[in-house]
């Protein structure tokens, strides 16, 4: 399911992967400037595909990137996954502020200078199970780590060395992912956004409550589940939950099973717990709704 891509979009076409070449003085590649979206695919149609261009959007307004149409995003999906045969697919698109114009220094910080840049558009597809394969919660374990990261974790930034550091920290600790705590906090996991079942209720990290990405997952869930609930989350709240679970675009809803090495109460002998299958199976229809949308014309 994870063949490599023989496909790639870069600067406005699609290339065979083995031809896609970025200059080494690309923003991205030098600096890590620059940032992504990681969309997923049913049947052709994307889910969330107006969260992941309006987050795109306010990342790259926010570090400054110009010359990207954001609205874009949906014909060249659909061009990207013709070309690459796909269906079912999880799509990554990265744009990076670009490679310094003809006379400008390859590492410049000038402010003034970083605004005649280019952006550099790449994009591939790599296969994904169908909708109709997507049955059960997959389930992992999870370490506690304190957040390394820096304190913009609402751009979707591609410079991941924080989350890279966590998952390691984690993996030293025997756990398959982090969870990341910021002054007691709970923030998010390396790749997912959180939800916790606990004292009666299920409960998520409220956005402005500490470092986190507004995920498009959490946003379908939010939408679909009254019941959620919004509101800082403390580390203890997180160690004493009945259930905890995993939220995003590729994780779909994903049980943690053991917390720190000590089982988590609700996913008794390694399974998901009642509220994990419950979001989980009000995910699926709820992504079985958005691709039901009608098909929006491109925008360019
Ligand atoms: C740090 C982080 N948090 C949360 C998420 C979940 O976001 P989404 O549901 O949009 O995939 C991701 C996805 O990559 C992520 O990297």
């Known amino acids: 399911m994870s063949a490599a891509p023989r496909c790639v979009w870069l600067d406005g076409r699609v290339v065979p992967a083995q031809e896609a070449k970025v200059s080494v003085f690309d923003r991205g590649f030098l600096f890590g400037d620059g940032v992504y979206e990681g969309l997923r695919a049913f049947g052709g149609r994307v889910v969330g595909e107006q969260l992941h261009i309006d987050r795109l959007k306010a990342g790259l307004a926010a570090i400054g990137v110009k010359g990207f149409d954001a609205e874009a995003l949906p014909a060249m999906t659909r061009e990207l996954l013709a070309a690459e045969g796909l269906e079912d697919a999880f799509i990554y698109w990265q744009i990076t502020r670009g490679a310094p114009p003809p006379g400008l220094a390859a590492r ?169 299958r419950r979001l989980y199976d009000t995910l699926v229809e709820a992504i079985e709704r958005d691709i039901a949308r009608p098909v929006q014309e491109a925008a360019s």
């Open 108 to 276: 410049t910080r000038k402010a003034s200078e970083l605004r005649t840049f280019a952006p550099t558009v790449v994009g591939f597809a790599t296969p994904q199970p169908s909708l109709e394969h997507c049955c059960a919660p997959a389930v992992k374990t999870a370490a506690v780590v304190e957040d390394p990261r820096w304190r913009r974790c609402d751009i979707k930034a591609i410079s991941l060395l924080g989350a890279v550091l966590a998952g390691l920290e984690a993996a030293a600790q025997g756990a398959e992912d982090a969870i990341l705590v910021r002054d007691s906090l709970v923030a998010e996991a390396q790749h997912a956004n959180v939800v916790l079942a606990v004292d009666g209720a299920v409960v998520t990290p409220a956005l402005d409550s500490v470092p986190m990405l507004a995920g498009v997952t959490r946003r379908l869930l939010l939408d679909a589940c009254p019941e959620i609930v919004e509101q800082p989350v403390t580390v203890e709240q997180l160690r004493r939950a009945d259930e905890i679970m995993l939220v995003g675009t590729t994780t779909m809803v994903t049980a943690v099973t053991a917390l720190d090495g000590s089982p988590v109460p609700g996913a008794a002998g390694g399974a998901p717990g009642p509220v994990c």
